[in-house]
């Protein structure tokens, strides 16, 4: 093959990984890189700022199991990234961030936005490396799209150097291949079986790693096997169904969840996907003496709350499929409904709520019945988060999209725009707090530049509203969280989107209908009141949760 330019070898690396998507922002160390891609069949997405990109990667990988790219320059290019790629780092998503950089021959002295992006990157990525050489591009490559798919999935970073970029280089792609997942011994998997057949009042706990595995169905079907009963955390959302009398609700804003839902009778705990980084083990075995079965992808994390009796690593679907063989037809009376009923209830009460501002139930009774079973609630962080995380009602799993591990605010509109690029065939409501919305709302012209149709809801009630529940219940009063606010409708508008503002509770259900019927991005501005406590119950204790 005869020596071409390194940038368009690069590019026929991502085209040969499957990459569709690049988003990012070009900068004069990327040129190479950019020209290259756009004679490619790759599509560059511009964005307005690289935050809003890489979450834009973030979210796309963890929807497709196939990492998503974003782009930056060197120095503040690649600080910009830094937010979205340690998030998709703690979320589990596969992400290869690209940042362009000077001249190697320059690395060694003081330069114009020189800084080290490879010690940046290094706390919040699995792998980063940089192209030192040219010929190392297709390794290069292949082992940051590998390393960032391979379990437990995250962030990659590669550096590309301005002078190795437009060097000459005879290569090409080295093939792609699924990363393998162990099985675990039959002796170790019986053993499990043996545990869960003897157990007295066994309970599971499924996590993201139970949806990243696609292991709905084998989840499904283990429960009507065995009745174990099933608790998610809010990122494993959607594995059982909702109304499924084993369903046990979403676990983890409160101390009491666990109690109320079982564990604390619960002698056998068959953790599912779980990842202590979206909740710690403490909660549910403060006493560190209930019996573990884990089921993940990987040998299990080191905590004296979480020493598993037996660790089932592998295909989390082939695992609980062949333990649905071994433990069928044994009758299990662990778990308890009141969490679900007492969550449920509250639920469905709140279609009556006429109190205006809008009361966080009602709003969210309003947009579960606007949207069918497949369509996506995405949320970004705040006090909404949690008021999602306890109450909606998810019935597929990656239907409601939670950041939960690193949980930045500014998530959720460049995490509406991958997810219709993504799914452009579901409707998609993205629920913003009127503090985290402004962090990314420059990203609406992305989404109106590409025509991606979803509904912003912004819930406004000008303050930090999840610091100020926290404040109020430590201190018993709040300071430094009080905010003025654009016309949100207005700006909006200034972007070229309909958008309008709920004045009365009928408002915002008639809006909504109207807004997922467009075949272009809107918005809708909503008045909530957060005087109703998000704890709900004094019986489920205090929270256990960082927004």
Known sequence: MAARKASDVFVECLEAEGVKHVFGIPGEETLDLNESLADSSVQFVPVRHEQGGAYMADVYGRLTGRAGVCLGTLGPGATNLVTAVADAYLDRAPLVALTGQGDLERMHKESHQYIDVIDVMKPITKWNARLSDPAIIPEVVRKAFKVAESEKPGSTHIELPEDVMAMDVDAAPLPRRKPVQPEPAARELLRAADIIRGALNPVALAGNGAVRAEAAPALREFVRATGIPVAETFMGKGLLDPQDSQALGSVGLQSGDYRMAGFDEADVVIAIGYDLVEHSPKYWNPQGDKTIICIDSLPAEIDDHFVPEVELVGDIYHVLSRLSEECRHVPHSGGSARLRELVLGRFQAAKHDDQFP?????????????????????????????????????????????????????????????????????????????????????????AKRLRTPFVSVIWENRQYGSIVWKQDKKFGRHFGVDFTNPDFVKLAESFGLPAWRCEAVSDFGERLKQALALDEPSLIVLPIDYSLDVAISEELGQETVAT
């Open 358 to 446: 809008m009361q966080p139930p009602r709003a969210l009774w309003e947009i579960r019945h606007a949207l069918s079973r497949d369509d996506i609630l995405i949320s970004d962080v705040g006090l909404h988060k949690l008021w999602i995380g306890r109450m909606f009602p998810a019935y597929e799993p990656n239907t409601v999209m939670i950041a939960n591990g690193l949980a930045g605010m500014g998530f959720a509109v460049p995490a509406a725009i991958a997810t219709k690029l993504v799914h452009p065939n579901r409707k998609v409501v993205a629920v913003n707090g009127d503090g985290g919305f402004l962090m990314n709302c420059q990203e609406l012209e992305t």
